[in-house]
C-alpha cells in the first residue's frame, strides 16, 4: 500500500519544464529523500505535490485518491504538509500564533500544541516571541512544528539545513529521527547534508533536470553517486 | 485664545472619529489584499441610501435601520469580492485600481438613475441635533461623541477578533504570505471574501452616521474615500490603530484650518496629508503587527 504515488508529472514555468515525468512513491512511515543539483526539480515536485503548483500532464494520488487538482489548503486536510524552502514563518505572528495557524484545521489545536512542544521544547521559551525576530535555526524548528500543527501523514521538508549552523542542523536530524521512530509519519526530505540524509532516508530519488535518474533504496546508492548527483553529473 | 484652540482640537478629535469608521474597511482590505478599493466611498453612499429605504419603508428608527444595513454590506462585500475581485487577485497593481474604479462609476450612476441628485438625509431624533456644554465656549454634539465611540468600539472589536480568534490568526497569516498561508490548510480567496465583508460592514456604519450629520447625494462618495485614504496614509498602510490616529489626525487638522478660514479647513487636511508623504512615508504606526 502506497502513502502517495506520483506518476508521469510535468510541471512547466510558462514555456520552461522543471518537471518531465516524474514517477514517485512513497509507502506509510517511509522516509524519501529527494536529491538533485540545483534547478534539479526538487522544491518544485514538493510544490507540486502540497499543491502550491499546478502540473501539466500526470497525476497525483494520496491514500488511493486522485489530488492531481485539490487545492493546497484542501490537500492539508487529507494529511499532506509541506515546510517550504527558505522556512517562510509568518513574521507578524508570534510563535505560538504561528503554530495556531498551522493547526487552523485541527479539530483540538491546544492539544497538538502540546505534542509539538514536546517534540521541539525550544519553541516553548520562545512561544510569545514575534516569529521575524527568530534565529535562523529557530526558524526552521518553528516551521517543522507548523507544518506538524496539522497532524500529517506525510511531512514534506524544503531544505531543511539550508543557510543553518552545525549544531542546529544536529538537533533538527535529532527530531525527525524520533518522528521517524513513531512509524505514523511518511517524510520526503530535500537537503544537502548527504551524510544525514543517507543516515536517515529508506528511499532515495536522484532528479536530474527534472526527471527522475534513480530510484532505490538507500543501501544501493554510494555516497560518490549522491555527491555526484548533487552536482547535477 | 488656548479655549478656543482646545474647542477646536476637541471637534477635529470627533470629527477624526467619523473618518476612523470610513478609513478602517479601507485599511484592512488594504492590509490583508494590497489593493486600494477605489469605490469605498461610493460604498458607504449606497449604505445610507439603504438605510433610507429602510426607514421609509418600514418606518424604522435610524438606530434600528443600522444593523440591517450593516448585514446587507456585509454580504455585499462578501459577494463582490467572490464573484468579482477574487477573479482579479495577484494580477498585479492596475487592474484592482481599473476595477474598483470602474465599480465606483457605475454605483454613482445607479444611485444617480435611481434617487436622483436631490440630497437627503437620515432623521436622527435629538440625538443629531443636541449635545453637551463642557464650558462656557465648548460644547459637543451628542452624535460626534457616539460617533467616536463607536468607531473606537468597533476598531477595538476588530482588532479582537484578529488577535484572539482562529478566523482571525488566518487572516493575518494570509495578510503575511498568502501562499504558505494556503499551506496551512487556510482557503486563502475566503479570508480575501471575510476581509471585503468586515470593510463593508464597517463603512455601513460610516455611510449611516454619515447620513444623520449631513445631507448626502451619489456624487458624495469621492469625497469620502478621498478622506479615508488620507487617514490610511497617514496613520499607516495596514495599521489598524495607526489609521484611527491617522483620522484623528486628519480631523484635528481641518479643524484647525477651519479657524483659519473655510478654505483652509480641507487644505489644512492635504498639507498634513501631502507633508506625510514627503517626510515620513510609512505613517505614524507602520504596520507592525498583523493587519
Known amino acids: ?233 | 485664545m488656548t479655549i478656543k484652540i482646545l474647542n477646536l482640537v476637541i471637534q477635529g478629535l470627533l470629527l477624526g472619529g467619523f473618518y476612523a469608521l470610513f478609513a478602517a474597511g479601507l485599511s484592512l482590505v488594504f492590509g490583508v489584499m494590497r489593493i486600494v478599493n477605489l469605490a469605498h466611498g461610493d460604498l458607504s453612499i449606497v449604505a445610507a441610501y439603504f438605510a433610507v429605504i429602510l426607514m421609509d419603508a418600514l418606518h424604522l428608527s435610524v438606530f434600528a435601520a443600522l444593523l440591517p444595513v450593516i448585514l446587507l454590506l456585509f454580504a455585499i462585500g462578501y459577494g463582490l469580492q467572490a464573484g468579482l475581485l477574487n477573479r482579479i487577485m495577484g494580477s498585479g497593481v492596475m487592474r484592482p485600481l481599473l476595477v474598483t474604479f470602474g465599480l465606483s462609476v457605475i454605483i454613482q450612476n445607479v444611485l444617480l438613475m435611481v434617487f436622483s441628485s436631490d440630497p437627503v438625509g437620515l432623521k436622527g431624533g435629538a440625538m443629531s441635533t443636541g449635545g453637551i456644554q463642557l464650558s462656557d465656549s465648548i460644547s459637543v454634539g451628542y452624535l460626534p461623541v457616539l460617533t467616536l465611540v463607536l468607531s473606537v468600539v468597533l476598531l477595538f472589536g476588530l482588532e479582537t477578533y484578529l488577535r484572539r480568534t482562529r478566523g482571525g490568526r488566518a487572516v493575518r497569516a494570509t495578510s503575511d504570505d498568502d501562499e504558505t498561508a494556503q499551506l496551512m490548510g487556510i482557503n486563502h480567496r475566503q479570508i480575501y471574501c471575510l476581509a471585503m465583508a468586515l470593510a463593508l460592514g464597517l463603512v455601513a456604519v460610516a455611510g449611516v452616521v454619515m447620513g444623520v450629520r449631513s445631507t448626502f447625494a451619489p456624487s458624495l462618495g469621492s469625497f469620502r474615500l478621498i478622506f479615508a485614504y488620507e487617514a490610511v496614509i497617514i496613520g499607516g498602510m495596514g495599521s489598524i490603530w495607526g489609521t484611527f490616529l491617522g483620522a484623528l489626525a486628519l480631523g484635528v487638522a481641518q479643524s484647525l484650518g477651519s479657524a483659519i478660514s473655510p478654505a483652509w479647513a480641507l487644505l489644512a487636511g492635504h498639507a498634513v496629508f501631502l507633508a506625510m508623504l514627503a517626510f515620513r512615508p510609512t505613517g505614524l504606526l507602520p504596520k507592525t503587527v498583523g493587519v
Not at chain 1, 489530488?67 to 514563518?89: C, N
Not at chain 1, 493547526?103 to 517534540?119: I, M
Open chain 1, 1 to 233: 500500500m502506497t502513502l502517495l504515488a506520483v506518476s508521469g508529472l510535468d510541471v512547466f514555468y510558462g514555456d520552461l519544464r522543471a518537471l518531465s515525468g516524474v514517477e514517485l512513491s512513497v509507502a506509510p512511515g517511509e522516509v524519501v529523500a529527494v536529491v538533485g543539483a540545483n534547478g534539479a526539480g526538487k522544491s518544485t515536485l514538493l510544490k507540486a505535490i502540497a499543491g502550491t503548483r499546478r502540473a501539466r500532464a500526470g497525476s497525483v494520488h494520496f491514500q488511493g485518491q486522485d489530488i492531481t487538482g485539490a487545492a493546497a489548503y484542501r490537500r492539508v486536510k487529507m494529511g499532506l504538509a509541506l515546510v517550504p524552502e527558505g522556512r517562510r514563518v509568518f513574521p507578524s505572528l508570534t510563535v505560538e500564533e504561528n503554530l495556531l495557524v498551522g493547526g487552523h484545521l485541527a479539530k483540538d489545536p491546544k492539544a497538538n500544541l502540546s505534542r509539538v512542544y514536546e517534540l521541539l521544547p525550544l519553541l516553548v521559551r520562545l512561544r510569545g516571541r514575534m516569529s521575524a525576530s527568530l534565529s535562523g535555526g529557530e526558524q526552521q524548528a518553528l516551521a517543522i512544528g507548523r507544518a506538524l500543527m496539522s497532524q500529517p501523514k506525510l511531512l514534506m521538508i524544503d531544505e531543511l539545513s539550508l543557510g543553518l549552523a552545525p549544531v542546529v542542523v544536529e538537533r533538527l536530524y535529532a527530531t525527525i529521527e524520533a518522528m521517524k521512530q513513531t512509524g505514523d509519519l511518511s517524510i520526503i526530505l530535500v537537503d544537502q547534508n548527504i551524510a544525514r540524509v543517507m543516515n536517515i532516508a529508506d528511499q532515495i530519488s536522484l532528479l536530474l533536470e527534472g526527471r527522475v535518474i534513480r530510484h532505490g533504496p538507500t543501501s544501493s546508492f554510494s555516497k560518490s553517486e549522491i555527491v555526484k548527483g548533487y552536482f547535477g553529473a
